[in-house]
């Protein structure tokens, strides 16, 4: 599987517009990490504000290719002071035992084009579960830009537990987007 | 028809919207001292979905306002106090629209979509920003105080009209 993937992107390799991106991290402004999830059946939109980003990227190996997500929870951009002040604590986040999410790759796939789909381990709360990104390459003003979204179910970390576990009035599927600005 | 009386529609809505922005105030007092817990969560979608249905209403009903001629005021009445009651009634229906539109605004810039009755999703009328969204709770809750206020001098104005003048005003708004 992984050398089928790899041949199909050595014969895209003509029209690709990617090279390799050297291990490096992002440009803040332009990248970001939202999420959305629902309360009582409404869309919440929130965001972390601090990540690191390090990315190895060869399209023409992607076996060598690799990416590392921090996550700084505590840098979370929520609905109100109160709500972030709640997410913080331990039935949430627990960010004073847990600040950060990791998300680490273990494998890439191609699907052709700029699209790529990343194999890795997403780490929060303590708890570590397979978990698989789809990746997009873009081009913009010269910058090249990764992103994707993928659902979560936070009962899976056990994100909002006790009276929060309740998905009636927030519920299990949150859409986490991110766009990544690579540094050239 | 008494040409002296507002028409059912007129009165139907001039109750119901008085009684649900009631329902509307102390629901909205209630829960902003509230902690957060999912209870807080489901007594705020509420009122959202009243003060939306407000809303509503006092759109059908300034179309109404709009499209009809209202009863002709007592005769008694200078022309002094003629136009504050006109004004005053003005600045109710204002303050009807913006209150809920106050909300709304507040609840996008929270980051959280009103969905009506969890099945109408209106737009966002503006993108996520905390700093907006607590000067929009401000405003939202500054506006609700004025209305208090002008609800007040509207309820002892139609006091004093049927106690003191006697010209039975009341009746206006009776079915
Ligand atoms: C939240 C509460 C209330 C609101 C927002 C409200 C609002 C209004 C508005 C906007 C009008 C003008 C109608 C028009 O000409 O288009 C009106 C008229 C009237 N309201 Fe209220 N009202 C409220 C409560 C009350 C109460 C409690 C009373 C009785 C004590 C009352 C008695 C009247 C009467 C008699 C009129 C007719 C005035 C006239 O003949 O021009 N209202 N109200
Ligand atoms: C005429 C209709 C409405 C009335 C009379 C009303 C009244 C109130 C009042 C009295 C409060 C408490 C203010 C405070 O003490 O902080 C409040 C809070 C609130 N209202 Fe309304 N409201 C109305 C419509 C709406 C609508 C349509 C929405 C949203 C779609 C909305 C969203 C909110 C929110 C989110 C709060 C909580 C503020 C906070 O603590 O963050 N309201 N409202």
Redesign the interface.
């Known amino acids: 599987m992984k050398n089928y993937g790899l041949g199909i992107a050595c014969v895209l390799w003509g029209a690709l517009t990617i090279s390799s991106v050297g291990a490096g991290g992002i440009i803040p402004d332009t990248s970001s990490l939202i999420f959305v999830g629902k ?9 972390f504000k601090h990540f690191d980003v390090d990315i190895t990227f060869k399209p023409t190996n992607l076996a060598q290719s690799h990416a590392k997500i921090e996550v700084d929870l505590a840098s979370i ?7 972030e002040t ?1 997410i913080k604590r331990k039935s949430w986040f627990n960010v004073a035992v847990f600040p950060k999410a990791v998300f680490e790759s273990t494998a890439f796939h191609a699907l052709g084009g700029d699209r790529y789909e990343v194999a890795g381990r997403l780490s929060i709360k303590g708890i570590t579960r397979d978990m698989t990104v789809p990746l997009q390459f873009r081009t913009v003003a010269g910058i090249r830009v990764a992103e994707g979204s993928v659902v979560i179910r936070r009962s899976d970390f056990r994100i909002g537990e006790g ?2 576990a ?1 998905p ?3 519920a299990e599927e949150v859409q986490v987007r991110y766009k990544m600005a690579l540094k050239p | 028809m008494n040409q002296y009386k507002y028409d059912t529609t007129a009165i139907t809505l001039h109750w119901l919207v008085a009684l649900l922005i009631v329902i509307a105030f102390s629901v909205g007092h209630y829960m902003a001292d509230l902690d ?3 209870w807080k ?2 007594v ?2 509420w009122h959202k979905w009243v003060g939306v249905t407000i809303f509503g209403l006092v759109l059908f009903r300034m179309m109404w306002r709009a499209t009809h001629v209202v009863p002709p005021l007592p005769a008694g009445m200078s022309e002094l106090m003629r136009k504050i009651s006109g004004l005053g009634h003005l600045g109710i229906y204002l303050l009807m629209l913006a209150i809920p539109l106050t909300g709304w605004l507040h609840s996008s810039a ?6 009506y009755f ?1 099945v109408i ?1 209106l737009p966002d009328l503006v993108q ?1 920003n ?1 700093e907006l ?2 000067l929009f709770k401000e405003v939202h809750e500054l506006l609700n105080w004025t209305l208090l206020g002008l609800v007040i001098l509207h309820v002892v104005a139609a006091l004093k009209h049927q106690f003191v003048d006697k010209d039975n005003l009341l009746n206006r708004m009776r079915w």
Do not use: H, I, Y
Request: charged share 25%; proline share 5%; glycine share 8%.
């Open positions: 309360q009582m059946g409404a869309p919440v939109e929130g965001r951009d929520l609905a109100s002071d109160e709500s709640e009276v929060w309740d009636e009035s927030v | 957060l817990s999912p969560l489901k705020f979608a929270a980051g959280v979509t009103v969905v969890n999703t996520k905390k969204s607590n």
